[in-house]
T-cell receptor, first 110, second 114 residues
Framework: SQQGEEDPQALSIQEGENATMNCSYK?????LQWYRQNSGRGLVHLIL?????REKHSGRLRVTLDTSKKSSSLLITASRAADTASYFC??????????FGAGTTVTVRA | DAGVTQSPTHLIKTRGQQVTLRCSPK?????VSWYQQALGQGPQFIFQ???????QRGNFPDRFSGHQFPNYSSELNVNALLLGDSALYLC?????????????FGEGSRLTVL
């Protein structure tokens, strides 16, 4: 079973628009991470937010974390065609593994 | 600085056969984790190796086994292959002392079982 659930499953936006995706999880976490995957290749780490943080920025990425609601969101601003990929949230519960959701597939139209 | 490398990139096996997948971690990393990713799904944790020992195991049968060598490289073995074992197998490495939980992934080995 998967710890995280992303919403929506798929997202199609115009280049230049913002993309927002959400992640909900079930158990207490040490940190939450977001990864990107292009066309079934390897995953690339994007950003990590610790359980005592509420918001974090990295370039065009903004992540929020609400531990009371067990949810996180990833915002990609000013999207580009190169942002077309699947995005996964992953939770770290200090048990030597990351638990991934099923992902959000983002398509950025030119 | 070499990243995580996996081999082979693609392979086709038939039911009942055995397969070995290989992984070299990112330079300086000492921990290797293996994940299985079925089509359209997120990665599922198989197991993690540190200091040549299996530290944690996900919900996978004993047909899945692994090994870590003194140079930190690792192998994943799957015996008695089933059609349902068809997936992308991802290796990820990390440095235990970094204590961030961030993983560095290889490009994966795509296994097709016929």
């Amino acid at each position: 079973s998967q710890q995280g659930e992303e919403d929506p499953q798929a997202l199609s936006i115009q280049e230049g628009e913002n993309a927002t995706m959400n992640c909900s999880y079930k158990t207490s976490i040490n940190n939450l991470q977001w990864y990107r995957q292009n066309s079934g290749r390897g995953l690339v780490h994007l950003i990590l937010i610790r359980s005592n943080e509420r918001e974090k920025h990295s370039g065009r990425l903004r992540v929020t974390l609400d531990t009371s609601k067990k949810s996180s969101s990833l915002l990609i601003t000013a999207s580009r065609a190169a942002d077309t990929a699947s995005y996964f949230c992953a939770t770290d519960a200090r048990d030597y593994k990351l638990s991934f959701g099923a992902g959000t597939t983002v398509t950025v139209r030119a | 600085d070499a990243g995580v490398t996996q081999s082979p990139t693609h392979l086709i096996k038939t039911r009942g056969q055995q397969v070995t997948l290989r992984c070299s971690p990112k330079s300086g990393h000492d921990t290797v984790s293996w994940y299985q990713q079925a089509l359209g799904q997120g990665p599922q944790f198989i197991f993690q190796y540190y200091e040549e020992e299996e530290r944690q195991r996900g919900n996978f049968p004993d047909r899945f086994s692994g090994h870590q060598f003194p140079n930190y490289s690792s192998e994943l073995n799957v015996n008695a292959l089933l059609l349902g074992d068809s997936a992308l197998y991802l290796c990820a490495s990390s440095l235990i002392m970094a204590n961030t939980g961030e993983l560095f992934f290889g490009e994966g080995s795509r296994l097709t079982v016929l």
